[in-house]
Every structure is written in C-alpha cells, then in structure tokens.
C-alpha cells in the first residue's frame, strides 16, 4: 500500500478531532536534579522539533504533529510550573526518602536497587521507581536493617534494607 494512502487514512480517522490532553498526576511533582533538566531538556526538544513543521509550505500535512507536539509540550511546562526540586543532599541521609537509592535484599537472597524519583522520571526497567508507587511507599521512611513488605499484584515479598544513599 503507498504511504499516501496510509496518511489519508490517518487525517481521515482524525475527522477533524482534538487529541485529548495527558493527564496531570493528582500528587505533588517532587522532581530531583535529574528530572528537572530531563523535563527542560523535553520542553527544547519538542520545540526543536515544533518549529520547522509550523514554518513548513504544507502545515496542514503536518497538522496531526503538530497538535501532537502542542499537547506534549503543555504537559511538560505544567509539570515544570508545578515541580518542586527536591535536592538529595538535603536529605535525612539516615532515612529512606524521596531521591534515595536503596539497596534490599528480598526473602531470596537477591540483592536489588531502586531509586526513588519523581513521577515523570519512573522508569521500572531501569528500577526509577515513582515516590506513590506501592514499593516506593513501603520504603519511604525505613531505615537500614529494617525489612518491609511490598504489596505487588503477583504477591507480597519481604525486602530487607540493606544501604540508602542520597547521589549528587
């Protein structure tokens, strides 16, 4: 099938429809350094990219982008008016709190590390847990030595906290 046909088909089943907005998250957008520069470094990104296609001879072609890339880019400044920069080194650096890693020790003898992290920075493959997730719940406040259970939809398991520090 020719790419053209594929694209009328897009702008067909667009019928002239807005794209919904995403969602803003009900809590509190704690964001660490990291975040914070990923989020700015988000908002040059989509308007790197916003720029051309609004200058371009065929805006209407590149209408369904666009609008794509406006609704990106209103969620990311929402979420950097709202964010409240968390700096790790202010930290109790004897608690497990919002910017911590913390290495535990599950019921297994398996040793993990998860770091706590605002919610636009989550990341579960790279174990960036957000500060609402059920882990992050069950850490949030623990101390080395202690064992905590993590409520997980597969089973609860028993995680024994071995370390907690705070990067820079």
């Given at each position: 099938?020719?790419?053209?046909?594929?694209?009328?088909?897009?702008?067909?089943?667009?019928?002239?429809?807005?794209?919904?907005?995403?969602?803003?998250?009900?809590?509190?957008?704690?964001?660490?350094?990291?975040?914070?520069?990923?989020?700015?470094?988000?908002?040059?990104?989509?308007?790197?990219?916003?720029?051309?296609?609004?200058?371009?001879?065929?805006?209407?072609?590149?209408?369904?982008?666009?609008?794509?890339?406006?609704?990106?880019?209103?969620?990311?400044?929402?979420?950097?008016?709202?964010?409240?920069?968390?700096?790790?080194?202010?930290?109790?650096?004897?608690?497990?709190?919002?910017?911590?890693?913390?290495?535990?020790?599950?019921?297994?003898?398996?040793?993990?590390?998860?770091?706590?992290?605002?919610?636009?920075?989550?990341?579960?493959?790279?174990n960036k847990v957000s500060?609402?997730?059920?882990?992050?719940?069950?850490?949030?406040?623990?101390?080395?030595?202690?064992?905590?259970?993590?409520?997980?939809?597969?089973?609860?398991?028993?995680?024994?906290?071995?370390?907690?520090?705070?990067?820079?």
């Amino acid at each position: 099938m020719s790419r053209a046909f594929v694209n009328e088909e897009r702008f067909e089943q667009a019928g002239g429809e807005e794209l919904v907005d995403r969602p803003i998250s009900e809590f509190a957008n704690y964001v660490t350094p990291n975040g914070a520069l990923a989020l700015q470094t988000l908002e040059e990104s989509l308007l790197a990219q916003l720029a051309p296609l609004k200058k371009s001879a065929d805006e209407t072609f590149n209408k369904d982008k666009i609008a794509e890339i406006e609704r990106d880019l209103r969620y990311v400044r929402a979420r950097l008016d709202s964010a409240i920069l968390v700096d790790p080194n202010i930290q109790n650096q004897e608690k497990v709190l919002f910017g911590a890693s913390v290495e535990v020790e599950d019921s297994d003898g398996k040793q993990h590390i998860f770091h706590i992290v605002g919610e636009d920075e989550a990341d579960a493959s790279i174990n960036k847990v957000s500060w609402v997730s059920p882990l992050a719940k069950s850490l949030i406040g623990q101390k080395v030595g202690d064992t905590v259970t993590w409520q997980r939809p597969a089973g609860n398991i028993n995680l024994e906290i071995l370390d907690i520090h705070y990067p820079s």
